[in-house]
Every structure is written in C-alpha cells, then in structure tokens.
C-alpha cells in the first residue's frame, strides 16, 4: 500500500497574487442602524489601503482546500514521531468542543452562566491530579512549555517564601528536550546540564556531586528522551529532596505511565501534561495545546489565579490566593482544548486508560523486536517503554545517515521518526508508534525501514520525490529571510 | 475499546514476537514500590452518546439566546461558516508542527500567509507565526526588547493596559530585575503623554501602549510616537480588537517597534476564554531576537517555490537556554483559522466591518446620552466599547438584566472592587438594533 | 581539513594571526565543516572593548548556533562587513576572505592564554 499522492503538482498562488478585483468573501450582518457616510473617526486616524485581497468563498474554499491536500497528516497516516505521541484525534471532540454553549461562552459573562463549563474544568483538574498523583492541578498554561515556565515559577516562589534566596541553579539532564532549560532560562535560573550515564539514565554519581544548596531543583523527563524508565527514580527525588530541590517532571512521556505509575508516587513535586500528546487533542500543525501543571500541596499556595473551588457543589473561580504568583495567560486556559482532553479522559475512563498505555509499550516493544538486528541500539540493557531509540551507527559504512533513511520514509508514506535527536547519541531515530496503530502499519513500517536502509546511499539521496515539493532549501531560506509576500522580491 | 485497533489476538502475538508472556512483563523496569496496585479512581469508561448528552447539559447553563454586549479583550465576532469547514479538515487539524517541509506545504504556505496578512494589517515589517495570546504575548516582548536593550531597567506601562495583560507581565518580570512603572490616564481615558515625557531616561527600556485601550478609549498614536522621539525608549503597541484596522491608521505607521495583539478578535470562537492567538510582530531590525516560529519563502531542488520553517536558530529545540522564548507549540491552528477568516473578509470586508462596530457603538451611545441619564466615564474617542458609570450596584444590575434575557456587559468591580458602577458596554456586528434599543431602555431605567 | 602553519589555534576552533598587537579572528576549517553552510553571522561592534575569554560574536548555520570566542581582552578594531551579505564566505574562505573580526591586543598577554601551534592544533583535532 502507499499512502503518498504520486503525481499530483503543487502549485498554488499565494492569496495576494490573485487579480486584483472588488469580491468578497463574507456579506456581514445587516444593520438597521444608518451608518454615516465617512467614519465616526478622526480622520487624520483614518487608513488608506492596506492591501489585502478580494477573493470571492469559492475561491478561497478552492485555495484552502488544495493547501490541505498537499499535507501529511496524522488522519492520512503514520507519523511515529518520539517524543510527540501523534496518536488518533477522535471525532466526536470536534463536536464537544464546538457545542454552542462552550464555544459561544465569554469568560465575563455573569456567575451562574459559566457553570456547566466551570465544571467540566474543575472534573478535569480532579481526574490529571488522580492521573499523576499529584495533590492540584492548574489548567492555565497554553502549552507544553508554557507549563513548564510555570512549574519552574512555582519552584522559585516556594524557596523564596522560605528565605532561601541561594538556590539559583535548576539541574537538567543532557537528554532533556530543548524547552526544558530554555524555561529554566526564562525564569533566571541558570541550567546546569548532568552528563547521562552510559546506560542511558541518570547518573546518581553526578547527581551527588551536583546537588547542593544553590540548586533549586531538578528537571528529569520519565520515561527519559531516550525512551528508557529512570529505574533509580525514587533514589533520584529522595536525593534531590534530601539536599533541599525539588523535582519537576517534564510529562511529555505521560504515555507510558498512565494506570501502571504516577510521578507524584515517584517523588516528583511538579510536573506539566500536554493534552496534544497523552490526550489525543489535536496537533492543527503546531497548536494549540495545553500544558496542564499538576503539584503537591507544598506548591499549592503559589498556583496561578483564578482556582476552580467547589463550594457546596457549586464551582467557582477563586481570586484571592494570597502568595499566588499571579498569572502566566489570559483567562482560564485553553478551554476548547480542555473540552477534548476531559472528553478523552472520560470517554477511555479508567480500565481504558490502561489499556491505552499497555497496547503503547506493546506497539514499542514489538518495533524494537523487528528492526533490533538491523539498526544499532544505542541502550540495549534496559527494554524502551512507549518508544524506542535506534542510530544510524550500522549503516555508516553504506554512507547513509539518518536524513537519508528519514527522507526515504517520506518517499513511502510514512512521516520520519523523529530524528537527530535526543543529541546525547549521534544519529538518533527516536521511534513512538501510540496505541493507535495496527500492527499491520507496523510490519510495513518496519519491513519498510529495512529495506531503505539496504539500498544504495546514492538512491536515498534523491528521496523524496513523489512529494509535491523535492527536498527545500533552508539554507537559503535562512541567509535571505522572506517571512511576507509583500518582500517577495520583484521580477 | 475503539480506538486501540489490536485486539487481544493481535496483542498476544505482539508480545509472543517480543517474547514475553504478558503485557506487565513489559514494565519490570518501574519499581514495584511505585507501580499501582489499584485501578486509578477514575470513571468508567463512557459511551459517546451519554457523553454528549452530558456535554450538552453543561454547556445548557450559558444562556447562548440572550444579547450580550460582553468585550473586554476577547470579542463577539460574526463567523462565516466557510472558516469552520475548511480549518477542520483533517490535513490542517491532524498534521504535526511542519518540520518536513516536503509534506507539510499546505500548513506552511497558510503560516505565511497568515505571516503576510499580519504584517499588511498592522503596518509592521514582520510578523510571526504566532503566540499564545496577547497577555503572554506582552512579557515575551519585554523579554525581546530587554535583549535589545540590555542594560535599560525600567518598564513603562499606560494604567489603558488590559488588567489581565498587566497581571501577567507582572508574574513574567517576577524573576528579573526589570522594573514597572505605571503611566496613568487622563479624565478624557487616554494616556497621559506629558507624563510619560516625564519619565523617559536613559533607564526607560520601553513605553506599552494600549492602542485601542481596557477602556474602549483610542489612544493618540501620533503623539505617543512624538514624546518618544529622541529617547531610545522602545515602542511596544498592544490591541486587543484588531478589527479596527480595518479603518485605523496601524501601529507600524507610529513607529511601534514591537507589535502584540489578540487576534480571538478576528474570527475565532470566544470559547470561555481559550484557546486565542496571539499576534507579534516587530521591525526588521530586531527579527533575530524575536521569539515564535517563522515561515519563509524559499525554493526545493527543482527550483521551484517552497516555504519552510526558518531562523529556528533563535528557538528552543536548537539554542535551548539562549533561546528567545521557551515557546514550541504555538496556536497554529489558530492562526490558520484567522487566515481563512481574512482571506474571505478581504480589503472591503474589513473595513466594512470596522464602519459598522464603530457605527453600531455610535448609535449606541447617542442614545443612552439622549435617552438616559447613564453618563459615559470618559471623553476620549472609542472604537467598539466604552465605560459607563452607573448610579447603582453594577454587579446587581447586570444580574438582573440577565434575569431578563440580556448579558448587559463586563463588570468592571471584576478588576477593581472599588468600582461598584463601572459597566464596560461593547458593540459589535452581532447586535441588532434593536437589542440596543432594548439595552438603552433598561438603563433609562435606572435614573 | 586544512590547517594553516603560520596561525595560532583555540580549543573551540578559533585561529588567530598575531601582527604585532593586532591580532586577526576566525574559525577554522574543521568548525566551518562542522557547522554546515553558513547563514548569519552576528558581528561585535567596532569599537567595543572586550575581556578574555569573553563571546564576541555568534556564527549561525540552519541547525545550530555557535559561539565566536576571543582568549585575550583587547578592543575590536574592525569587522568584515562582507559577512553580512556573505556569509557563506566562512564556508569557502575560512582562513582568508573569511576573517571575522581584527581586535587590538596586548602583546604580553599572549603567553597567558593557552594557543595552540598548527602542529598541536592538528593534534587536538585529531584526538577528538
């Protein structure tokens, strides 16, 4: 089977360089209202042109809908992404999150109209805090970062409601994902990387040495980025803890947790969920997302603004947390986002839950189990959990690197892995299939790989080519910036 | 369950290929001391049917038939179905963030085109692919102009400022050494310029101007621009209704060096509040110290035209703790959304659209002054908004005119407890007539 | 990789030609392999006075970003301005059309910074 689009050519004008005319798109409402000739304004504030097209619906229905053509999606095929748990995005959210009610709430609107939706909140906070172990949960953040920005805030304002102005350091192993010390670094700390062991885990020898009194706490991902379980866990947070840190955890993994572990039981004090990864809201081509944090109770008194109170079986929106350290967005959170994850969580419940981890650490495993002999696995002592990392170590000497075999994979259909990193090994294939896959996709996914990587390095290079576009230069698109149309150059 | 396509034959067989007996095999690497040892207390599982059902009784209690004349930052916005269908295909809604730019062109060209349409609408020289939404989106432009600036100290922010957007700097600046200082506002709603003058120094990093203020009031772009004149003091512009560009002059024609706005304004559903999208944009000369993502234009080996993500060498996954923000997803799907809604609006379109919201709110305002004794708290021109004062309990009034079938406006004692009569009152192309003229009775009413 | 004899080396792959108490600034053949094509290069600013060891500048490929490092303090004396609309220069060029930056320094101070030969610097390269 192939699940490309052979032959078809892309070629799409971009919507300025439509001809010039006086269409529209939209009829707006009619207003009974006389609308006066010039406008109510002063008219030295008044605009000239400002340049957008004039498209009529059908020709923006048309322009739309060929740029959707010409996209891999998750709904069009496998995107075993580590790290990024691109898992099915169920259908009936779109309805949930589109019911009028919800989507046509404003968030001023007076107490008593936002009730229903208060609570489906407050039932979500409830059942991640159950999921993780974790005593509460804020939904403010947008994003998986954004809550990591947050938990690293909570951490800060914890040591400094105790005095404890020393600890400036946050301890990031270097397997970490890229947000993880570009928020320490937002929020002043200062990183400091702990060189993995050679097993893949965390090195509790470094640790020790690292640890100390000007350390504010630790950021691990568990399972790692390398898709390993850090087995030394416990010994890692009573550790950290001992010394006066504390842990976050970076939940981007959560898909391997859920119903077997919780991070609260393993020590960690806080940590951030993204709903477009454990819980199937969707990706849209980068967002939005949510980074739902979740904490113990130490943390409780610095949680953003507004908290989701039961009072008497009816929720409400606490203001007035004395030592809140204030608020990290607008509003609420990313509500429609919300909406899908609830729905999710509800729809799977707990035995569903579960299952869902169990049928991802076995979709894992059973990867690993068909490309082990074929590609090197740079940590073979420890079994991977929901994903598995391969290099391109035993292909080096074929010259074919892993762009080669990630750019082959595109020819077939498949989106790559992700790929180059984690960077504590050099070609990284960082495999995640999620529970939403057949082990048909995944025979073919395998078997595919292998054959890629028996071909001539010289064949891969050319790859891909039955893609609307052949491989983009992003050297040029770096050295000469044009980010609008209107610096595209003329002529 | 129907999501998980192995059935139990299918898994035994996986995990006869891994070669262990059973799925807990898999786990032997979590202590026994953390793994769980009871099912998580967590409803069973739910059919889609009674969940929607659910669904559909929590979402009962907002009263979608009422006429509301709720603004405040976030807007009612006539949206064109058209939006709705085409953003939800599948190709937009399930595809991954586009860092495989062979497959991934229909989300890329749409980014630039959102890219494009931003830059046109706000007069700035780039605009990226997006942020959260304008409150965070404010910080990180601190942030930005504090790389620029790195030994100027001290923020200068107009009282006009969003309240939410002014809280959340505050948790932002937090760990730093920046300092807020607070420009007030006149009797006419507008920023006191003179004083701002005053406190321009060689320490001022930057001035934050709310175009179109919390108060509905439009600030005076032309002679913020003049008190900064001479002082290196950057120039962030914030707007929170961007339909008004649509006759406006824009920020970029005032010399605003960044740009952060609430782009839930132009077509995305209110939603409670989430998700939004934030727009940010600023001048060529700082676009390798801005954060978010960035679409550029460039060609594939055939030469033919080709978009990418580009400059990603200011974000995380590769400077990580020198990166410009920490930010990875952003509101992609927001941003496509927004293009759409643009796209079909067009040149007339919005401009129509801004004549009308500032039509509707004119007609609204001459009446309540002929028809009420309700007085307007300031004097300075609005868009689509404006703050009355009431002679009672506001929080009371609008409870009862709830009662009655009517969302009668944001309560300002929300942000200020003090003001038990502040009512910001907002007009868009969503309301009738004759829901204002009802509005106007129930205030005349009051006095 | 090519290594040049009459030029002083950095363990971060810098060289350095010392001229009398001018000293001329650039990476090496084997930073400008690693680092891929070239596509921004941000320049100190003429005049600026620096510190040992102190980051001057930053050279930015596609992937990555690295850090442009100078042993000895001193002030920057020029920059080469071709570098902005070429910075593949770094590419072709490294050891010549190349340079990066021309800082006055002081002649004593050499000694105390640690510079590689050419042999030692193809050493270090090698060892890995």
Redesign the interface.
């Known amino acids: 089977m192939t699940a490309s689009k052979p032959g078809l050519g892309f070629e799409e004008s971009l919507i300025f360089e439509y001809p010039d005319s006086k269409n529209r798109g939209v009829e707006l409402p009619e207003t009974e209202i006389d609308l006066p000739e010039s406008p109510l304004l002063d008219p030295s504030w008044v605009r000239g042109k400002i340049g957008l097209p004039n498209l009529s619906e059908p020709e923006v229905v048309r322009h739309f809908t060929r740029l959707s053509q010409w996209n891999f999606s998750l709904d069009g095929g496998f995107y075993p992404l580590g790290s990024c748990t691109m898992k099915y995005n169920p259908k009936f959210h779109e309805t949930a999150a589109a019911i009028e009610g919800f989507a046509s709430a404003h968030p001023y609107a007076p107490p008593g109209c936002n009730q229903g939706i208060k609570q489906l909140l407050y039932e979500l906070e409830q059942d991640l805090a159950e999921i993780s172990g974790m005593d509460a949960v804020s939904l403010q953040p947008a994003a998986g970062s954004h809550g990591e920005m947050l938990g690293l805030m909570l951490i800060r304002a914890y040591h400094q409601d105790r005095g404890d102005v020393k600890r400036t350091k946050i301890l990031i192993p270097d397997s970490a994902h890229g947000t993880n010390p570009s928020s320490a670094a937002i929020c002043n700390f200062e990183p400091v990387t702990l060189v993995s062991g050679g097993n893949g885990l965390i090195d509790l020898g470094a640790l020790d040495k690292a640890m100390d009194d000007t350390v504010a706490g630790i950021m691990i991902t568990n399972p790692n980025t390398c898709g390993l379980f850090e087995t030394q866990i416990v010994e890692v947070c009573d550790l950290v803890h001992q010394r006066g840190g504390l842990v976050y955890l970076d939940g981007a993994n959560m898909n391997a947790l859920v119903g077997i572990t919780r991070p609260g039981d393993m020590g960690a004090d806080v940590l951030h969920f993204n709903t477009h990864k454990t819980f199937s809201t969707p990706h849209g081509g980068g967002g939005p997302g949510a980074g739902p944090v979740g904490v113990k109770s130490i943390l409780v008194p610095y949680l953003p603004t507004p908290i989701l109170r039961d009072q008497g079986g009816k929720i409400i929106l606490d203001h007035s947390p004395e030592k809140s350290i204030g608020k990290v967005r607008s509003f609420y959170g990313n509500v429609g986002v919300l909406i899908r994850a609830w729905a999710y969580i509800k729809t799977l419940g707990a035995s569903g839950l579960k299952e869902m981890t169990c049928s991802a650490v076995t979709n894992a495993n059973y990867l690993l189990a068909l490309l082990q002999d074929e590609f090197d696995v740079p940590f073979p002592e420890q079994r991977p959990m929901h994903e598995v990392l391969l290099t391109d170590k035993k292909q080096q000497d074929a010259h074919i690197t892993t762009m080669d075999l990630a750019k082959g994979l595109i020819e077939n259909g498949f989106h790559p892995p992700t790929i180059y990193f984690p960077l504590v090994v050099s070609g990284a294939m960082l495999i995640e299939p999620t529970e939403t896959e057949s082990k048909q996709t995944l025979d073919h996914f395998a078997d595919t790989l292998i054959k890629l990587s028996k071909l001539e390095a010289s064949t891969l290079q050319q790859f891909p080519s039955a893609v609307p576009v052949g491989r983009v230069d992003e050297v040029l698109a770096a050295r000469k910036p044009i980010l609008s149309a209107a610096s595209i150059p003329k002529g | 369950?129907r999501?998980?396509?192995?059935d139990q034959d299918?898994?035994q067989?996986?995990?006869n290929?891994?070669?262990v007996d059973q799925?807990s095999d898999?786990?032997?690497?979590?202590?026994k001391?953390?793994?769980?040892d009871r099912?998580?207390?967590?409803?069973?599982?739910?059919s889609?049917f009674s969940?929607?059902k659910e669904?559909?009784?929590?979402?009962?209690?907002?009263?979608?038939g009422h006429s509301?004349f709720?603004g405040?930052?976030?807007y009612?916005r006539?949206i064109?179905a058209?939006v709705?269908?085409?953003a939800?295909?599948?190709?937009?809604?399930?595809?991954?963030?586009?860092y495989?730019?062979?497959?991934?062109?229909?989300?890329l060209?749409?980014?630039?085109?959102f890219?494009?349409?931003l830059?046109?609408?706000t007069g700035m020289?780039?605009?990226n692919?997006?942020m959260?939404?304008?409150?965070?989106g404010v910080a990180e432009a601190v942030?930005m102009a504090s790389r620029i600036r790195p030994k100027a100290k001290k923020v200068l922010v107009s009282a006009g400022l969003?309240p939410?957007?002014l809280?959340?700097l505050?948790?932002?600046l937090?760990?730093?050494d920046l300092q807020l200082v607070q420009v007030p506002v006149t009797p006419s709603g507008q920023t006191d310029l003179e004083a701002l003058a005053n406190l321009l120094d060689s320490d001022s990093l930057c001035s934050i101007l709310q175009v179109i203020n919390f108060f509905g009031v439009?600030e005076d772009?032309?002679k913020h621009q003049q008190a900064l004149e001479g002082s290196k003091t950057l120039n962030i512009s914030v707007m929170s209704d961007l339909s008004a560009?649509?006759?406006?002059?824009?920020p970029g024609?005032f010399g605003a060096d960044i740009f952060v706005g609430?782009a839930q304004s132009l077509g995305l559903?209110?939603?409670?509040?989430?998700?939004?999208l934030g727009v940010f944009a600023c001048k060529n000369a700082y676009?390798?110290k801005m954060p978010g993502?960035?679409?550029?234009?460039?060609?594939?080996?055939?030469g033919?035209r080709?978009?990418?993500l580009?400059?990603?060498?200011r974000?995380?996954?590769?400077?990580?703790?020198?990166?410009t923000?920490?930010?990875?997803?952003?509101?992609?799907?927001?941003a496509?959304w927004v293009t759409?809604y643009?796209?079909?609006?067009?040149?007339?379109?919005?401009?129509?659209?801004?004549?009308?919201n500032?039509?509707?709110a004119?007609?609204a305002a001459t009446q309540i002054s002929e028809k009420t004794r309700i007085k307007r708290r300031f004097t300075g021109?609005v868009y689509n908004e404006f703050v009355l004062d009431l002679p009672c309990n506001a929080t009371l009034w609008?409870?009862k005119l709830?009662q009655e079938g009517i969302?009668a406006g944001?309560?300002l004692s929300?942000f200020d407890q003090s003001d038990e009569g502040g009512l910001l009152v907002c007009f868009t192309?969503?309301n009738?007539?004759?829901e204002i003229d009802l509005l106007v009775s129930k205030l005349g009413e009051l006095a | 990789m090519e290594v040049r004899a009459e030029l002083n080396y950095t363990e971060e792959h810098e060289w350095i030609l010392i001229e009398g108490n001018q000293a001329t600034l650039g990476i090496t053949d084997f930073a400008q392999d690693k680092l891929g094509d070239v596509v921004f290069v941000e320049l100190p600013e003429e005049g600026t006075l620096i510190e040992a060891n102190e980051v001057v500048g930053n050279i930015e490929s596609v992937k990555a970003v690295s850090e442009i490092f100078f042993p000895l303090s001193g002030e920057i004396v020029s920059v080469n301005k071709d570098l902005e609309e070429e910075p593949e220069l770094i590419n072709t060029s490294p050891y010549e059309e190349g340079w990066i930056t021309k800082i006055q320094i002081e002649p004593a101070d050499i000694s105390e910074a640690s510079l590689m030969n050419a042999e030692e610097y193809q050493a270090f390269c090698a060892a890995g």
């Open positions: 369950m999501y998980f396509p192995n299918t898994n067989a996986m995990l290929k891994i070669g799925v898999l786990f032997t690497s979590i202590p001391s953390i793994q769980l099912p998580l207390d967590i409803s069973a599982p739910r889609e969940l929607l669904l559909k009784e929590k979402a009962s209690s907002y009263p979608v509301s709720l405040g930052g976030v009612r006539f064109p058209a709705g269908a085409l939800s295909r599948a190709e937009f809604l399930t595809a991954y963030t586009p495989q730019p062979e497959i991934s062109q229909g989300s060209q749409a980014m630039f085109e890219q494009s349409l830059t046109l609408l020289d780039v605009a692919a997006s959260y939404e304008a409150a965070s942030m969003h939410e957007y809280e959340v505050k948790t932002y937090a760990p730093g439009i772009q032309a560009l649509g006759l406006l002059k824009p024609d609430e559903p209110l939603s409670y509040g989430g998700p939004n676009l390798r993502r960035l679409v550029g234009l460039s060609e594939d080996t055939h033919k080709a978009f990418c580009t400059l990603s060498t974000e995380q996954h590769i400077r990580r703790e020198k990166a923000s920490n930010i990875c997803s952003n509101q992609a799907h927001c496509l759409i643009l796209s079909l609006l067009g040149e007339q379109g919005i401009r129509e659209l801004a004549e009308l500032l039509g509707l004119d007609y021109s609008i409870d709830m969302l944001v309560d929300r192309e969503t009738s007539k004759e």
